[in-house]
């Protein structure tokens, strides 16, 4: 069996990447970071999210599923970020 990741898996992570990305910066803010802020902030939630379904033995079947922790830890990690962050309507 071969574990490599093809192209199209790449591709499918990016797209649900993006997606999730985009959909939790909606959620937090209420407007998204642009494609590659989404794409990047989606990726990262999606590998904390997976972190964290492993940290607390949920398993995880179909995209749906994959989808929403992806979600869940993108707006873990733009909640944190943005905590940190002054926004630019606080320094008016």
């Known amino acids: 069996m071969d574990n ?3 192209l199209h898996d790449l591709v499918w ?5 993006g997606l ?3 959909i939790a910066s909606v959620l ?3 407007s ?3 494609i590659l802020g989404d794409v990047v902030v989606g990726v990262a ?3 904390l999210g997976g972190y964290c379904a492993y940290w607390f033995q949920i398993t995880l079947i179909g995209y749906w599923e994959v989808l929403g922790m992806s ?11 943005r905590a940190f962050t002054p926004s630019p309507k ?3």
């Open 45 to 47: 939630g999606a590998l």
């Open 13 to 17: 992570f990016l797209i649900t990447g």
């Open 32 to 34: 998204g970071l642009g």
């Open 90 to 92: 606080s320094q008016s």
């Open 71 to 81: 979600i869940l830890g993108a707006v873990i990690l733009l909640s944190i970020f």
């Open 28 to 30: 937090v803010e209420g």
């Open 20 to 22: 999730a990305g985009w």
């Open 4 to 6: 490599s990741m093809q």
